[in-house]
C-alpha cells in the first residue's frame, strides 16, 4: 500500500530504502524507524512520509503508544484501529487519529539479548495483520537492523548532519535541553526529560521546539512557576 505522501525534504537513498522495504512489502501506508544510541537516547532514522515521521514524533513527544510498548514488551505491537475507545494510549491515539493513522503496529529491532530500535507502521484505514503478516514484519524488522545501526552509527560521527523533514537528525538539542534542565533543577536526566515533555504538552508546542528555545535560553525552567 503506497503512501500518497510526497516527501519535502528527501532523506538519504541509503535511509530512505529501509523504510521502502515494509511499504514496499507490507500492505501498510508508512513506516518509520528509530534507533537507540548506546546511552539510550532515542534518534529516528528514516520515515517514508511525513505523517509516519510526526506519528513517531508524537510517541516521543508524548511518552505513550505502541512504540513504547513494544520496547517494554520487547514483543510486536498490534492495533488495528486507534479511534478504539479501549486503547492503552489515550493522548497518542486522539493525535494520531488526527493525522489520519488508523491502523498502528511496532516491531523492536534486537541485535542479541538488546534492543536497538523500533519499526512504526501506519495504514489509514483499519486492519488485522494476521500471522503471516507479523512473521513478515518482523522479518523485515529483524533484516534491517543491522543496516539500521550502520546508518544511525554514520549520523551520530557526522556533526554536521542535516535534520530533514523526513530524516531528522539525532535530537541533539533535546538531549541537550535535557542537560540544561538536569543543572537548572538539580533532577535526574529522566525526570528532566519528563519536565520538558510534559511542558511541551501543556502549552501545545512539539518537544523539539522547547528544546531549542531552553538551548537558545529563552526558557529557563529553574524560572517557571511551580
Known amino acids: 500500500m503506497a503512501s500518497d505522501a510526497k516527501p519535502q525534504d528527501g532523506p538519504s537513498a541509503q535511509a530512505r530504502s529501509l523504510c521502502s522495504d515494509f511499504v514496499e512489502q507490507l500492505p501498510v501506508t508508512g513506516a518509520s524507524i528509530s534507533m537507540f544510541a548506546t ?4 534518534s529516528t532514522l ?10 513517531e514524533a508524537l510517541q516521543f513527544e508524548l511518552g505513550e503508544g ?18 478504539s475507545s479501549d486503547t492503552a494510549w489515550p493522548l497518542y491515539a ?4 488526527d493525522l489520519g493513522v488508523v491502523g498502528n503496529f511496532a516491531f523492536p529491532m534486537t541485535m542479541g539479548a538488546a534492543i536497538v530500535g523500533v519499526v512504526d507502521l501506519y495504514t489509514r484505514t483499519p486492519f488485522v495483520m494476521d500471522p503471516s503478516l507479523v512473521d513478515r514484519a518482523h522479518a523485515l524488522a529483524q533484516a534491517a537492523t543491522a543496516r539500521a545501526v550502520r546508518r544511525a552509527t554514520q549520523l551520530a560521527d557526522d556533526a554536521e548532519s542535516h535534520e530533514a523533514t523526513l530524516e531528522p ?3 541533539r538539542e533535546v538531549h541537550q535541553a535535557t542537560g540544561m534542565i538536569l543543572v537548572q533543577l538539580g533532577i ?5 526529560f519528563a519536565r520538558l515533555r ?6 501545545g508546542r512539539p518537544v523539539t521546539d522547547v528544546a531549542r528555545d531552553v ?8 524560572a517557571l512557576p511551580d
Open 94 to 97: 486522539h493525535a494520531a487519529a
Open 46 to 55: 528514516c520515515a517514508s512520509d511525513a505523517v509516519s515521521a510526526r506519528s
Open 198 to 203: 510534559a511542558y511541551s504538552f501543556a502549552i
Open 39 to 42: 546511552n539510550g537516547l532515542q
Open 188 to 192: 535526574s536526566a529522566t525526570d528532566a
Open 169 to 171: 537528525a539525532l535530537r
Open 215 to 222: 538551548v537558545e535560553r529563552r526558557i529557563d525552567f529553574a
Open 66 to 83: 505502541p512504540h513504547w510498548e513494544a520496547i517494554a514488551s520487547r514483543a510486536p505491537v498490534l492495533c488495528s484501529d486507534i479511534r
